[in-house]
């Protein structure tokens, strides 16, 4: 879902595991749908982890826990490991997150967010470390994203870091722009180039 991004301040939902990889992320199971709807995909998130074998909710498994909410991720070490089907990042933003934080990202799956406008946030181990604990003390608790200034903020600490973002994909986000959305708004432009060097 195409949606412009300033500064967001959310809830969290913790899933402090590392090396998640994108078949826990949606099963291959679910990559026969021959078209992209949102709810599909959100509703199969985490599926193997989110339901249990009779198809009744995991009371176990955070989302499902009415404690958490938000439309913040905040995951562990790797997160996004494996295979490079977008169909991942498609469920996370279907579910209706809008942000993932962790230390380390598989690339391709941290471009596939990009393009899906879920914003990856790399933080260091011990900011992210911190992060969980703050939501464990009081699940309550904020996170305030600022993209434009490109810096995460902990307000249980007030500790904040600056995230690193690819300057393109930053101008597409935050004006709600996808690659073909850039190169129509930027058509005179190109045309006026190739004019000039031809």
């Known amino acids: 879902m195409k949606q412009k991004f300033n500064v967001i301040t959310s809830t969290c939902v913790p899933l402090p595991l590392e090396n998640v990889d994108t078949d826990q992320i949606i099963p291959a199971r679910f990559l026969k749908a021959t078209t992209r709807e949102e709810r599909f995909f959100g509703d199969n998130l985490f599926r193997d982890w989110r339901y249990q074998a009779d198809g009744t909710p995991d009371p176990d498994f955070v989302l499902n826990n009415p404690a958490y909410s938000g439309c913040i991720l905040v995951a562990g070490k790797n997160f996004g490991s494996g295979s490079s089907r977008e169909h991942a990042a498609w469920a996370i933003a279907g579910y209706g997150f809008r942000v993932v934080i962790s230390s380390f990202f598989a ?17 260091s181990e011990d900011f992210l470390a911190e992060l969980f604990a703050s939501i ?24 904040s870091e600056h995230f690193d973002i690819n300057g393109y994909k930053k101008h597409c986000l935050i004006n709600g722009l996808d690659d073909i959305d850039f190169l129509v708004q930027n058509q005179e432009k190109t045309e006026q180039w190739e004019q000039a060097n031809k």
Not at 108 to 123: A, G, R, S
Not at 142 to 147: A, G, S
């Open 136 to 159: 464990k003390a009081d699940p309550k608790m904020q996170v305030e994203v600022d993209l434009p200034n490109q810096n995460v903020t902990n307000l249980a600490t007030g500790r």
């Open 107 to 123: 690339d391709i799956h941290k471009n596939n967010e990009l393009n899906n406008f879920v914003l990856p946030v790399q933080v």
